[in-house]
């Protein structure tokens, strides 16, 4: 694709937005359908349509105003999908996107292209989830199969008593139920694959959660090659499994023991991959625009350790202004207005130079922000 051809990009948050910033940075031009008026992504967009992910109309007049359509996030309608790639190409496309969506079909993938997963059982009834828990034992993790996020739609089961509440509770049905791991580590990996089958893998990361939510990236992760050169293979295997065009997430855990074990995969940009924006040459949203558009796929290298800090609403971006006084970090908005509690508002970036990402204590103090601005009159 040649500067000043149409992106659509399906979904208006803040994936989409700095996707259609790293799209304009390349001369494209974005087109947004989402159901907001004045969404983030739609904020910096050149062309916004306002519509519900299910109207087919509105889909096919959009389909005809653009080059190549993308998506932000997974929660589509998978016929919207496949009418939309019906009349122009979809990247990644809809077989990905149904993957992904659907946890029992994700984890009979990863299996079949035999990577390894937790141990999981399809659960359909209250017998069934007996059945399973006599099987996988105790804890254990009963999970939606679609729509679930940030730790929703799931539910920790410890002990017997907790497996009827948990069963009536999750919806819709079926469900899956994990097998617990004991990890010593949540990692990822974002990969990208281009028209040409060229392959990109960022660096390794660890990520940290709070309640449930991403707090910190760390970039690289620090943990030993074998275990970040083995999370890269594994990213590699299941973009070319899945012939992806476009970006890919790959979520995964370190065991106790030090296996690795996929967790999820998200065929769109993702919040571990943020970091990029600032330690590399080439950001994960670059990156992914090059891909839709055909373009050549850079190697995907840094040239800065990083460490990605989420911006949780409401209480971590009522810090904003402490944030643009403290100097080293790198600070991104995403135009949200309204912060409820447990939405990603922002985040920022702090670099550190390459191979000299400083240990817990020095990340602390990297990340301690400078005294509340005085108030002027």
Known sequence: MNPGAVIGIIGGGQLGRMSAQAAARLGFLVHVFSPEQDGPAAQVAARNTVAAYDDLAALRTFAEAV?????????????????????????????????????????????????????????????????????????????????????????????????????????????????????????????????????????????????????????????????????QTIARVVAEKLKLVGLLGVEMFVTAKGKVVVNEIAPRPHNSGHWT???????????????????????????????????????DIELWPQILATPGLIPHHYGKAEARPGRKMGHFNRLFPKGALPGELGIEDALHLAPMPPLKD
Not at 166 to 176: H, I, M, N, Q, T
């Open 67 to 231: 080059d190549v359509i993308t998506f932000e996030f997974e929660n589509l309608p998978a016929s919207s999908l496949e009418l939309l790639e019906s009349l122009k190409p979809v990247r990644p496309g809809a077989k990905i996107l149904a993957i992904s969506q659907d946890r029992i079909l994700e984890k009979q993938f990863l299996n079949d292209a035999g990577i390894a997963t937790a141990p999981w059982a399809k659960v359909e009834s209250l017998g069934e989830l007996e059945a399973a828990v006599a099987k996988l034992g105790l804890p254990a993790v009963l999970k939606t199969t679609r729509l679930g996020y940030d730790g929703k739609g799931q539910a920790m089961l410890r002990t017997p008593k907790d497996l009827a509440p948990a069963f009536e509770r999750l919806s819709p049905k079926p469900l899956v139920l994990e097998g617990f791991v004991e990890f010593g580590a949540e990692i990822s990996v974002m990969v990208a694959r281009g028209v040409d089958g060229t392959v990109r893998c960022f660096d390794t990361v660890e990520n940290r959660h709070k309640h449930h939510i991403l707090d910190l990236t760390l970039a690289p992760a620090p943990l030993g090659p074998d275990i970040l050169e083995e999370a």
């Open 277 to 315: 924006m600032d330690a590399c040459p080439c950001s994960q949203f670059e990156m992914h625009i090059r891909a839709v558009a055909g373009l050549p796929l850079p190697p995907a290298v840094r040239h800065s350790d990083a460490v990605m800090k989420n911006l949780i609403g409401p209480d």
